[in-house]
């Protein structure tokens, strides 16, 4: 676990700017989504941007 | 049992932040997690409302973040050109006084560059300077962190104000006129302050006609600026004027040494034109109705649905804030970056390479605070959706009642402390505060005034910039002493804020 946190702290830059593009792209669909009550698409997407903030959680 | 779990997001970010000293990103990321959790399992939100949610947010982080994208930007193109140490160089010649550089340079130039750049740089441009002069490292971190702090919120040209009018969907015109009022007073009591700060109370009596002045000529731009409708400029406006009402009256303190030495006017009127361009872009947009239309042709705006929880609480359908795409205070920073550069590279201010760092620079700087910010305006967003916030707002209303306008502002200042940011209190506390003042029968626009004049207040002391401040100054391990020296001077000027909170709830409307 120590090993990953290092190497994700190794690469700060590219971990947040992963964690920043899966917060801040999966809103457009989602809306879209909503209109058409497609609710296994809502909870993908969702998840898109769960794992997002679990990326910037583990960026030491 | 509702009240605590619509509480848990927020309890968790100050936990992390002030407890286990965790970045704001990643407390951002657990306040969200925790606030996405708590509204499905115990606020009953169903998948379509937690994808609109998610939408609202992603329009009400773009509007904050556009204006901290370009404020960055512009930074970097006008330090890259050595424009920022030019005019930190030129400020002691003026004068050798050392209560007068503390003055011009921990409060009017640190107004000036918190209007500009914020983000910590006052205090990170500072303190090395007032080192340089003399000054003990602890003083040249505590001046300057003091004397920015009124500023913050039209500073950083206006990214806090604009996440608090995108978090409470209330027009600037109604926001502004308190809000500005209440930090222009705070404005004032800060240059005794920061005098205070630097040589005791005999320099204050010293210097009261020098504070009461330059506190007087910004506190009144700062105010005439922000209700005018171009309050993304106010703390820039104001800082701006008081170096001007100041470059003159310094002189005339010469101190100890009796010599103020020479000042390079040519060097120091290019430095600042990158700033003159601001101010001609934004008047232009404003002034000049076929470019203002031309300007505000593209917008951006979602219509929302209404969307209910299970347990019955709806949010009406509605239509997000309007964003003028090419009209946006973001959008007239990134055209005056563009503006300056042409400037600075035509007076060949550049070195080989530059685009290339200011590009890097910028990108690097705000990427952490923008996963930050997305992560906590989410999270508000979908707590005011859910009814989290609604349940927050009425048990606090339940238990303050009378004292409510009296700890709005501690509010404000909790979150600043916990966030070390400004924007990110008013984003994560902004529909708090306004939900709470309507059901308690207060003036939205006061409460809200004292909510992000605390918050601008006490971010002084926010643990994120105190670090910032003391590597700077080459005090990297005594942060703490940074922080008691700071904590009783930000709590009189919050305390401040209480008063005219409490003052302003007595003035009928």
């Known amino acids: ?60 | 049992m509702p009240f605590l779990f619509a509480l848990l997001p927020i309890a968790l970010i100050v936990v992390l932040m002030v407890g286990f000293r965790w970045g704001a990103a990643q407390a951002g990321g657990v306040g969200y997690l925790s606030a996405l959790l708590i509204a499905l399992l115990a606020f009953g939100a169903g998948p379509q409302l937690l994808a609109y949610a998610h939408s609202r947010a992603f329009v009400l982080t773009m509007d904050v973040l556009m204006i901290i994208w370009g404020a960055f930007l512009l930074y970097r193109v006008v330090d890259e050109a050595g424009a920022i140490r030019t005019i930190g160089q030129a400020l002691p010649h003026l004068t050798a006084d050392k209560g007068m550089q503390a003055l011009l340079i921990g409060w009017v130039f640190a107004s000036f560059l918190q209007g500009v750049g914020g983000f910590g740089v006052p205090v990170a441009v500072i303190a090395p300077i007032l080192v340089g002069l003399g000054f003990t490292p602890l003083a040249a971190v505590v001046i300057p962190s003091i004397g920015h702090g009124w500023a913050v919120t039209f500073g950083s040209l206006g990214s806090s104000f604009q996440a608090l009018i995108a978090a409470t969907g209330q027009p600037a015109a109604r926001l502004a006129p308190p809000s500005a009022l209440f930090l222009s007073l705070a404005g004032v009591v800060t240059g005794f302050l920061v005098v205070h700060a630097a040589q005791g109370r005999p320099a204050v009596s010293r210097l009261i006609f020098p504070i009461l002045v330059f506190g007087a000529v910004m506190g009144a731009i700062h105010f005439l600026v922000a209700t005018s409708n171009l309050w993304n400029i106010a703390a820039f406006c104001a800082g701006m004027a008081g170096l001007l009402v100041a470059l003159p009256l310094a002189r005339r303190y010469r101190g100890e040494q009796g010599d103020n030495g020479l000042l390079d006017r040519r060097a120091l009127a290019i430095a600042f034109s990158g700033y003159v361009v601001l101010i001609a872009v934004t008047l232009a947009v404003q002034l000049i109705p076929p470019l203002n239309d031309f300007l505000g042709q593209v917008v951006l705006q979602v219509k929302f649905p209404e969307v209910s929880t299970s347990l019955g609480y709806i949010t009406p359908a509605g239509a997000s804030r309007k964003i003028p795409l090419f009209r946006h205070a973001g959008a007239l920073l990134f055209f005056t970056s563009l503006l300056a550069y042409l400037i600075y590279h035509s007076a060949k201010l550049y070195r080989p390479g530059a685009v290339r760092r200011i590009t890097a620079g910028t990108v690097q700087r705000v990427l952490s605070s923008s996963v930050s910010i997305t992560a906590m305006v989410t999270m508000a967003v979908i707590m005011e959706t859910s009814g989290m916030t609604e349940t927050l707002a009425r048990g606090l209303a339940e238990g303050m009642r009378n004292a409510y306008p009296l700890v709005a502002p501690w509010i404000g200042a909790l979150g600043a402390f916990i966030t070390g940011s400004t924007t990110n209190s008013n984003v994560v506390f902004g529909a708090l505060q306004m939900r709470t003042a309507e059901l308690l029968g207060y003036r939205v626009a006061l409460i809200l005034a004292a909510q992000t004049a605390g918050a601008s207040l006490a971010s002084i002391m926010a643990p994120a910039k105190v670090v910032v401040g003391a590597s700077t100054a080459g005090m990297a391990g005594r942060e703490g002493d940074v922080l008691r020296k700071l904590i009783g001077y930000a709590c009189l000027l919050v305390l401040l804020i209480s008063l005219l909170a409490l003052l302003g709830t007595l003035i009928p409307e």
């Open chain 1, 1 to 60: 676990m120590l090993t990953f946190r290092h190497w994700l702290h190794q690469r700060r830059f590219q971990a947040h700017l992963l964690a920043f593009a899966l917060m801040i792209l999966p809103p457009l669909p989602l809306y879209f989504a909503a209109q058409q009550g497609a609710n296994l698409w809502i909870w993908l997407l969702i998840g898109l941007v769960v794992i997002g903030n679990l990326l910037a959680i583990g960026v030491p």
